[in-house]
């Protein structure tokens, strides 16, 4: 494949422009916020890339708590610089006695220095004069091994001293890292817990997750890796630069040709590859998406065989995230070879221009060998700096998208200004309520009607009428735009939504279960729950039946899924546990439409039980299983239309009879048989 073929042959260096320029041009479109991603992120384009250096304050900010023991990793960092950046000093001094020792041994003992230095003039050997004169050999003198092992001595300690520091530093560091990406974690976990209901009908789980996981592991990343070699290599060029200024300054400025040729290399790849960054970390939220959506529905692929169809979609999906990918690491990867070479290039200078001063006595050999040494570990730092840079950016595109999190609009606040019994007796009550998800697009208006407590109501209408959407707004899971909705006489906006939602048990079409025992799953609708209750709620709603003939009962692990019961008995569970909530209102979304037959009469039944004195909110697609509701609304483009019992509306023949007539026209089916055997 083509895709493999990249992936295995090296980039080519020639006509390199062009290429970046075909990845920009293919790449950065696809991650630039559209009227798509306007919608995908609740009416606002994300943030584009280039809120670089705000992203990056802001990424800094996390470490304020942190100040003190950041400014202690500073310090270390910073004596340690200084300890590897006197080392080469004395180094260069363990040289010069080696090279006075070798020479001095060379010359006659006895004669004075100057003497010879004289002859060697009056000879006409100047060169040799200069470079001697520079040096406090002694004639005849071999090498100084004491001075020697002292100045490597003291050179090893330099360096042991110094690890020990970066080593401590280190540990820190990584301790203080921790602290901030977990103070991180648990602050986007309270933002997602902060925001509403909408805020995730309009994205996808799997980017969200992808957010909350890869991103914030991208950024523990940045801060433990990036940021403190950043300091460190920031800390060592400018340690190195006043060092060699001080063996030399003419070579220093020849040194520091590096530095402006550095910038324009990182600022002009950097800025590119922030771009694709982005664009990667986008992609890899949106293929998290695609593989969450198949493996979560992945019963339904195979039913329907499209598991060709899936694997297209995934390969597309992640030939968008190879590209955006490789376009990032392959811009960002050219920035250490172009530093080596500026590199490379100083270092030649440095050693040509060092020689000849060496040779004409403007230094010594020690001097100059350790500024050789200073000037390869300049370069050093400065081509780090270039290589943290490729980090940097994908910490600062990921922490973009951790902040757009952290920036979404919250739910509003609230004051829970009247207060509740502990049990009410549901009576609720619609007052020209009207609601719309976007201003433009008014979805229920004007509605009213009044539910007695214990009575029940059944909401019927086709797909997209508002019935749903209905029994949300009791729960305060959208807030009105209009109108009043009361719980035994108190406007629920003066509630919190915590008292609301304690007052309301539910039971939808999909039964949800969290990985734990059974006991556990029941206990969820009330966690105060003694045994003995869980056992009773168990009993009222046919699931001790069933869980009597586990193995392990009420103490049987299930999974997220609830692969280890049947469709059925997860719905009957879901009941037990709205049912131990003890709830004042119920909501039963279409909760038998998953299950075979004679799981239906049982899941009736149960639901009778859970129904019984409660005020009970039905939405209903079998209309055979709402014949003994009190009331019954037909809602049609989040209009009530008509409303009454069953034969009262049958006989008005109207939308309400059009449904029935639709399902029952040959005559009663199977849902009248169950039916009739629940009633």
């Known amino acids: 494949m083509a895709r493999k ?21 293919e790449l950065v479109p696809e991650y630039k916020p559209s009227e798509a991603d306007g919608d995908m992120f609740g009416g606002t384009p994300a943030k584009k890339a280039e809120h670089f250096w705000p992203s990056v304050k802001r990424l800094v900010g996390l470490l304020r708590p942190e100040r003190v023991m950041f400014s202690v990793v500073i310090a270390l960092v910073a004596a340690s610089v200084v300890l590897t950046v006197i080392a080469p000093k004395i180094l260069g001094k363990a040289m010069d006695v080696i090279f006075n020792g070798v020479i001095g041994a060379q010359l006659p003992a006895g004669v004075p220095l100057a003497t010879i230095i004289d002859g060697l003039r009056a000879d006409g050997n100047n ?36 690890s020990t520091l970066m080593w401590l530093q280190g540990y820190l560091l990584n301790a ?64 190195i630069g006043v060092m060699m200024f001080i063996v030399s300054w003419q070579l220093a400025l020849i040194a520091l040709i590096a530095l402006p040729l550095s910038a324009i290399i990182a600022g002009v790849i950097g800025t590119r590859s922030q771009k694709l960054f982005a664009a990667q970390w986008k992609h890899t939220g949106t293929l998290n998406g695609h593989i969450e959506e198949t493996f979560s529905g992945l019963e339904l692929v195979r039913a329907y065989g499209r598991d060709e169809e899936m694997l297209a979609e995934f390969d597309d999906r992640n030939e968008q995230m190879y590209k955006a990918s490789f376009g990032a ?10 530093m080596q070479f500026v590199s490379y290039l100083s270092y030649v200078l440095v050693a040509v221009v060092g020689g000849l001063r060496v040779a004409t006595g403007g230094m010594t050999l020690g001097d100059a060998t350790a500024f050789i040494q200073y000037s390869r570990e ?42 509740l019994p ?31 407590p214990g009575e029940t109501v059944a909401i019927v209408g086709p797909t997209g009428a508002g019935k749903t959407t209905l029994v949300n707004l009791v729960m305060r899971f959208y807030e009105i735009t209009g109108g009043r909705i009361l719980l035994d006489g108190v406007d629920t906006r003066e509630l919190s939504r915590e008292q609301v939602r304690a007052q309301v048990g539910m039971v ?78 119920l909501i039963l979304d279409e909760a038998t439409s998953s299950v075979d037959t004679r799981t239906e009469l049982l899941v009736q039944h149960a639901m009778a ?26 809602m049609e483009d989040g209009d009530i239309v008509e409303h009454g019992n069953h034969e009262e509306l049958l006989e008005r023949r109207g939308a309400y009879y059009d449904l029935y007539m639709t399902q029952f026209q040959g005559g009663h089916d199977l849902d009248d048989e169950v039916a009739a055997g629940v009633h």
Not at 191 to 205: A, S, V
Not at 609 to 627: E, K, Q
Request: aromatic letters at 8%; proline letters at 3%; a negative charge.
């Open 5 to 25: 073929d990249k992936q295995g042959n090296s980039p080519k260096t020639q006509n390199q422009a062009p290429e970046i320029d075909a990845m920009e041009e």
């Open 127 to 162: 060169q040799m004069a200069d470079m001697l004169a520079k040096t406090n050999l002694v004639p005849g003198a071999g090498i100084d091994f004491v001075q020697l092992s002292r100045y490597i001595i003291f050179v090893l300690a330099l360096y042991m001293v110094a």
């Open 176 to 239: 203080l890292v921790m602290r901030v990406v977990f103070r991180l974690r648990e602050d986007v976990q309270r933002k997602l817990n902060r925001l509403p209901l909408g805020y995730f009908d309009t994205r996808q789980r799997g980017d969200l997750m992808s957010r909350v996981t890869n991103d914030v592991d991208n950024i523990q990343a940045a801060l433990q890796q990036a940021f403190s070699q950043l300091v460190q290599s920031a800390l060592t060029v400018i340690g």
């Open 329 to 338: 690491q392959f811009v960002s990867g050219m920035i250490m070879p172009a």
């Open 378 to 419: 300049f370069s050093q730092p400065i081509g780090e700096m270039a290589g943290i840079a490729n980090m940097i950016q994908s910490g600062v595109a990921s922490a973009e998208r951790t902040f757009e999190i952290l920036d979404a609009d919250e739910q509003p606040e609230e004051e829970d200004s009247e207060l």
């Open 422 to 452: 502990e049990h009410t007796d549901g009576h609720v009550q619609f007052e020209n309520v009207s609601f719309s998800y976007s201003e433009d697009t008014p979805l229920i208006r004007d509605v009213s009607f009044t539910v007695q």
């Open 508 to 585: 939808l079409q999909d039964a949800w279960l969290f990985e734990g025992t059974i006991r556990e799953n029941i206990r969820y609708g009330r966690l105060d729950a003694t045994d003995e209750e869980i056992v009773a709620a168990a009993e009222a709603t046919m699931v001790d039946r069933f869980v009597r003939q586990l193995p392990n009962g009420y103490d049987t692990v299930i999974d997220a899924d609830g692969g280890t019961v049947s469709a059925g008995e997860r719905q009957l569970l879901t009941i037990a546990r709205a049912f131990i909530a003890q709830p004042s209102l």
């Open 609 to 634: 039980a859970l129904r019984t004195d409660r005020t009970s909110f039905v939405i209903a697609h079998r209309l055979s299983t709402i014949r003994d509701a009190h009331t019954i609304l037909v």
